[in-house]
């Protein structure tokens, strides 16, 4: 499949894999970049021990890869800074205004996607310079927004009001997320959760057991400081980010499975789809 999105950032499939915090490492970033599309890699590492993640990065796969980078960290500036020495080529901003580091990041060749939770600030992030909008639902996972819009209706929102591509996340794991994605006028999709049970992924054993036993009410918004996270349920692992979409995975996969099953898959939802509008 070949749009905008793959175009803009070098790759095969329109599936990015959200930057989850600390888990989101250099194997799990590489594996779903060699499955064809773009690994994040994440973060709240210290700076010495994310530099080496980006490096073993670029050492486990020659194709693009996303750093994530949230606007309100205090060493900002070094993080920049190591991006551009590391020729990192996409950065995902979130949770400030993508203008400050625009510039920055623009000068060195960057391509910069920025995650927004309403339809105004999209407008806002569009004026800035950001190169593609990741639409983002109340119904992700981690750290979410006090204005909460479920993706259905935030994604047509955003796409109908900016002109750059935009890319749904929340509640998206599988062929039919991606299929629906597209339908509401996205041309991709951010998905963190799925990502989150893939065997390269850091999370522990414990986390990935609890996503995978999870129900579709076994989430929950609780704060976290100033801001507020949905996380599980679970006794055991009360406080482990996950989104709703926990209800919809209940194994364990490879990166390169959890890709080939969305990708692979949508056809014959798309298929399906065709066949009720015909009947």
Not at 27 to 52: E, F, I, P
Not at 149 to 171: F, I, M, Q, Y
């Amino acid at each position: 499949m070949k749009n905008r999105i793959t175009e803009m950032l070098g790759i095969e499939h329109p599936v990015v894999q959200g930057g989850m915090m600390e888990i989101s490492r250099a194997s799990l970033t590489a594996a779903v970049s060699n499955a064809g599309g773009l690994g994040t890699l994440g973060q709240r590492m210290d700076l010495k021990a994310w530099r080496k993640e980006i490096v073993k990065a670029k050492e486990l796969t020659d194709r693009p890869f996303a750093v994530n980078l949230p606007l309100h960290i205090p060493d900002l500036d070094n993080r920049l800074e190591a991006i551009i020495d590391e020729k990192v080529k996409v950065v995902t901003t979130a949770a400030g205004d993508p203008a400050r580091v625009m510039e920055t990041l623009k000068a060195a060749g960057i391509v910069v996607l920025h995650v927004v939770g309403t339809a105004l600030q999209a407008e806002k992030v569009e004026q800035s310079g950001v190169d593609i909008i990741v639409a983002e639902g109340g119904e992700s996972g981690g750290m979410v927004g006090k204005d909460r819009v479920s993706t259905v209706v935030l994604v047509p929102e955003v796409s109908g009001r900016v002109k750059v591509p935009v890319v749904a996340a929340g509640g998206l794991a599988d062929a039919r997320g991606l299929v629906a994605a597209l339908a509401l006028g996205a041309e991709g999709v951010q998905i963190g959760t799925r990502f989150l049970v893939a065997k390269e992924c850091s999370a522990g054993e414990e986390w990935k057991q609890a996503v995978c036993k999870a129900k579709d009410t076994d989430t929950h918004i609780v704060p976290r400081g100033k801001a507020q996270g949905r996380m599980l349920k679970d006794d055991i692992m009360a406080g482990a980010m996950a989104g709703i979409v926990a209800g919809l995975i209940s194994e364990e996969l490879s990166a390169q499975q959890i890709m080939d099953s969305i990708v692979g898959g949508a056809e014959a939802v798309l298929e399906n789809v065709n066949r009720q509008f015909r009947e």
